[in-house]
């Protein structure tokens, strides 16, 4: 098996502060509405191209709860920087999951013609990889 290594363009992204709180407040809100269990709350701030692909809120929220545990249930929440992946927003949050490891959950975000954010992605790596 080949092993292909992609390197993602990583910078700085220039936000206003408004921006970077309405951001901040969508990712914040998904994760209350995980640890209501409310599916189609969650759902909500997910973008089309992300509920498309998941159809419905309960298979949403089925993939979150086995693939995504440290977002579904986090003892902490800490935003750190919002950088610039693919030339889209990314938001990073260290997470400290139920058995006390912290987590780096990097949220992909998308802004809809009408001007809200939307999260169109994340994915998780370890805290230590990024000091790296």
Known sequence: ??????????????????????IQAVI??????FQKDDAIAAFAFA???IQNQFGDPETFMSMVKTGYYSLYRPRSV????????????????????AEGDLVMAIYQMQQQLNGE????????TSVEEQLM
């Open 1 to 22: 098996m080949t092993e292909i290594a992609y390197r993602i363009e990583v910078r700085k992204m220039d936000l206003t502060q408004a921006e970077r709180e309405a």
């Open 28 to 33: 914040e809100q998904q994760i209350m509405a």
């Open 47 to 49: 973008s089309p191209d």
């Open 78 to 97: 800490v935003f750190s920087a919002v950088t610039l992946i693919q030339d889209s927003p990314a938001q990073k949050v260290i997470l400290m999951d």
């Open 117 to 124: 954010w939307r999260i169109h992605g994340c994915f998780l």
